[in-house]
C-alpha cells in the first residue's frame, strides 16, 4: 500500500531502492505515528472536520493500534510502504469508511516530523536519565574514595597529587554539563509541526494550537515552511547533544583503560567484566571500555554526516532527509547501550590506595614543596628555582603533602555543588508534560 498511489505502477526495483531500509526504522516511529495521529484526529472532530461517529471509531481504532505497538504484535506488512500506510491500513481494516478520513489535512511530510520530533523527545529523555544517573553514580564513588591520591597527569607525565575523589567527580560535572545541549536539543524537539501539511499549510479550518496541547509540545512551529525546514536540523542538533556525552564518556573510559593497565596499576578491573587472551594467560582486558571508546568516538561523526546529507538542500521535503534515520537512530541506541554498561561496570572497579607512596611519583610533589617555601617567605621565582635545581642535582625530598582548601581541589571537592548543579540542569526537562499529555489522549474518548 502506498499513500500517493494514482492508478498507475513504479518499477519494482525502484521502488525497493526509494523504499531501502525505511520499515525497519519506522517501527521504532511507529508508536509516534499512532498518537500524533489520535490528537490529530480529535483535533479534526473539534474543527467539525469529523462527525462524532467517526471520531468515536478513529479514536477507538487508534487506541487499539497503539496497544498492539507497545505489545509488540504490530508489524509492517510486506508491501506496505513505510509505517503510516500500515497505520493507515489497519485502520481501515478496523473502523471501515471513518479510517479513510484519517489523511484530511495532513501529509506524509508533516506525519514524518511529527513523528521524529514526538521520538526525539523520548530519546533524548533516555539519555538524560542515563547521564544523570551515571553522574550521580561517579560521585558517590568520589564521596567514597575522596582522599586516595594518584597522580595526576598533564601531556601524559605525571604532574602533580590528585585524588579518586577529584578525578571521579570531574568526570561527573562533565556529564553534568552535557544536559545543558541536551536541554537545547530538547527544545528545539519539543515544538509541533503538525498541520504544516506538505510545507504550506492545508486549506481546512484546523487548530495547530489544539494539537500542540494534545501531544504535550512546548512550542508551535508557526511558520508551515519553517517546520518543514526543521527536518535534519532537529536530528542534527540532537546528534550533536549527544556527541557531547559521548565524548565525555570516551574520555572516562580512556582513562579507565590507561589507570587499568599494568604500567599505571592504579585501578583494578574484577574478573567479571574482563576478557583474557588465548595465548598470553596473565592477560585481564578493559573490553568494555574499550568498546565505549571505540563506540562512543563514532558517533563524534553523526552530526557531522546528517550536515553533510544536509548541504546545500533547498527549502522543501527532499527524499535525501530519510537516510538520516539510518545514521542517527543505530547510533543513538549505542550510546543509551554504552551509557547503561558503563553505569554497571563502574560497580567492578575497584581503586588502589598507597600509589604516591611509590618513589616514581615523588617529584609531583615538586610543587607542594614550592607552596611550602613561599609560605617561609620565599618569593615564588625563587622558590621554582631552588627547588628546580634540587630536581636537577637529585637532592630533591619529597616533602609533607599539603592540603589544598580552594573549590574543586582534592582536599575541597564540592561534590554538594556538583550535586546541586546536576539536579538544577535535570530539573529543567519538562517531561511531566509530556507525560501527562500521553495519558489523556490515549484515555480520551468521543465527546
Known amino acids: 500500500m502506498k499513500l500517493w498511489e494514482k492508478g498507475g505502477s513504479t518499477d519494482n526495483r525502484v521502488q525497493q531502492f526509494t523504499i531501502g531500509r525505511d520499515p525497519s526504522f519506522d517501527l521504532q516511529l511507529a508508536e ?43 508489524v509492517i506488512e510486506e508491501g506496505v510502504e513505510d509505517v503510516h500506510s500500515q497505520i493507515e491500513l489497519q485502520l481501515i481494516r478496523q473502523v471501515g469508511e471513518a479510517g479513510k478520513q484519517i489523511h484530511t489535512a495532513r501529509s506524509r511530510n508533516d506525519q514524518v516530523l511529527v513523528d521524529l520530533k514526538l521520538f526525539l523527545r523520548d530519546r533524548i529523555r533516555d539519555i538524560v536519565e542515563a547521564t544523570a544517573a551515571f553522574a550521580e553514580a561517579l560521585l558517590e564513588r568520589s564521596d567514597r574514595h575522596a582522599d586516595v591520591m594518584i597522580p595526576g597527569y598533564t ?26 545541549p541536551l536541554y537545547a536539543a530538547y527544545r528545539i524537539a519539543d515544538r509541533n509541526p503538525l498541520g504544516s501539511a506538505a510545507g504550506y499549510g492545508t486549506a481546512f479550518p484546523i487548530d495547530r494550537d489544539r494539537t500542540t496541547e494534545l501531544l504535550g509540545f512546548g512550542a508551535l512551529h508557526v511558520n508551515a515552511i519553517d517546520a ?7 536530528e542534527r542538533i540532537a546528534a550533536q547533544a549527544f556527541a557531547s556525552v559521548a565524548a565525555s564518556l570516551a574520555r572516562f573510559a580512556t582513562d579507565v583503560c590507561m589507570y587499568a593497565s599494568g604500567n599505571y596499576g592504579f585501578v583494578r578491573l574484577k574478573e567479571e567484566i574482563t576478557t583474557g587472551s588465548s595465548i598470553m594467560p596473565h592477560k585481564r582486558n578493559p573490553d568494555v571500555f574499550e568498546l565505549i571508546r571505540a563506540r562512543c568516538n563514532r558517533m563524534q561523526a553523526v552530526p ?14 527532499h527524499r535525501d532527509l530519510q537516510i538520516i534515520k539510518e545514521l542517527l537512530f543505530p547510533a543513538i541506541d549505542d550510546l543509551h547501550a554504552c551509557m547503561d554498561i558503563a553505569l554497571y561496570a563502574l560497580d567492578f572497579l575497584e581503586v588502589r590506595e598507597g600509589i604516591l607512596d611509590d618513589p616514581r611519583y615523588r617529584d609531583v610533589f615538586s610543587v607542594d614543596a614550592i607552596q611550602q617555601r ?37 582536599g575541597n571537592l564540592c561534590n554538594d555543588r556538583i550535586r546541586a548543579m546536576l ?14 499529555a500521553y495519558c489523556a489522549l490515549l484515555a480520551t474518548t468521543a465527546r
Open 155 to 180: 601531556h601524559g607525565q605525571a604532574a602533580m597529587p590528585s585524588s579518586f575523589g577529584q578525578w571521579f567527580a570531574a568526570h561527573a560535572e562533565s556529564l553534568t554539563e552535557d544536559l545543558i
Open 423 to 436: 539536579a538544577e540542569e535535570h530539573s529543567r526537562f519538562p517531561f511531566e508534560r509530556r507525560d501527562d
Open 228 to 234: 518543514q525546514l526543521s527536518r535534519g536540523k532537529s
Open 32 to 74: 509516534y505515528d499512532a498518537l500524533a495521529s489520535l490528537a490529530h484526529a480529535r483535533m479534526l472532530h473539534e474543527c467539525g472536520l469529523l462527525t462524532v461517529e467517526e471520531w468515536s471509531a478513529i479514536a477507538l481504532g487508534l487506541q487499539a493500534i497503539h496497544a498492539s505497538i507497545t505489545d509488540g504484535t504490530f
Open 304 to 317: 557531522n554526516d546528517i550536515a553533510l546529507m544536509m548541504a546545500n538542500l533547498p527549502s522543501g521535503y
Open 374 to 410: 613561599v609560605r617561609d617567605g620565599v618569593s615564588f621565582r625563587d622558590a621554582y628555582r631552588e627547588i628546580a635545581a634540587q630536581l636537577k642535582d637529585g637532592t630533591f625530598e619529597r616533602p609533607a603533602a599539603l592540603i589544598s582548601t580552594h573549590q574543586g581541589s582534592p
